[in-house]
Structure formats: structure tokens, C-alpha cells
């Protein structure tokens, strides 16, 4: 009764070792396998620090401080590139409202915000 309660152990053990590392991107090293050592260590508590950029969370942080960025110019930890969209429409705007407005340097500004949507 034992060995196959620690096999059902082994096994949640596993399963929750694989959900941590594609969701948050914790590395795992088998020390030994018999009997079966893993570091590091299962805790009680997790928090959600993403460990890793690949994993599916550093994914969806890479998206949001990318949108982040280039809509609103937000200079993120991984994005830096300023203006955003909606400073680059607000240029447009502003030039077109001059009397001395060029129209080739509002239609490429309009193609590169295109190309940032697109």
C-alpha cells in the first residue's frame, strides 16, 4: 500500500514540477533517481515571480510591456523605444493644425504607425 502511495505522490509531484516550469519557468535537476531526488525542493507556498522569459507568463508579460510601450510610450524594463502611437498621432495632429504643415511628414508618420498595427 505504501509503494503505490508513493507513487501517487511521485507522480502529483511530477505534474505540479511540469505546471511550474511552463508557467512560471523554474528549472528543475534530478540529484538521484532511485530513490527519486528532485531540486529544488516542492515548497507550500508559490508566488507567481516569473524565473524565466520563455515561460508562459514571461510570454504574456513580454506582450503586455510591449503593447504597453509602443501604444502608450511607456518605457518598460524590456522596451525602451519611445514615442508611442498615440504621441506620434498627437504630432500629426498638431502639425496638421500649422499653417507650414508638409504632408510627406505626416504620411510617413501615419505608414510607420500603420506598420506598428499592423
Do not use: F, H
Request: charged fraction near 20%.
Amino acid at each position: 500500500m505504501s509503494t503505490c502511495l508513493q507513487d501517487v505522490v511521485q507522480l502529483w509531484e511530477a505534474q505540479y514540477r511540469l505546471l511550474n516550469t511552463t508557467l512560471r519557468g523554474q528549472a528543475y535537476t534530478v540529484v538521484t533517481e532511485d530513490p527519486l531526488v528532485v531540486t529544488p525542493p516542492i515548497l507550500p507556498v508559490v508566488d507567481l515571480t516569473i524565473l524565466d522569459q520563455d515561460s508562459i507568463l514571461g510570454r504574456i508579460d513580454r506582450l503586455t510591456q510591449l503593447l504597453d510601450n509602443r501604444i502608450a510610450g511607456t518605457a518598460t524594463t524590456l522596451y525602451t523605444d519611445l514615442p508611442g502611437v498615440k504621441q506620434q498621432l498627437q504630432s500629426i495632429i498638431d502639425a496638421m493644425s500649422t499653417d507650414d504643415t508638409d504632408l510627406t511628414t505626416i504620411i510617413s508618420d501615419l505608414e510607420g504607425i500603420a506598420v506598428l498595427l499592423a
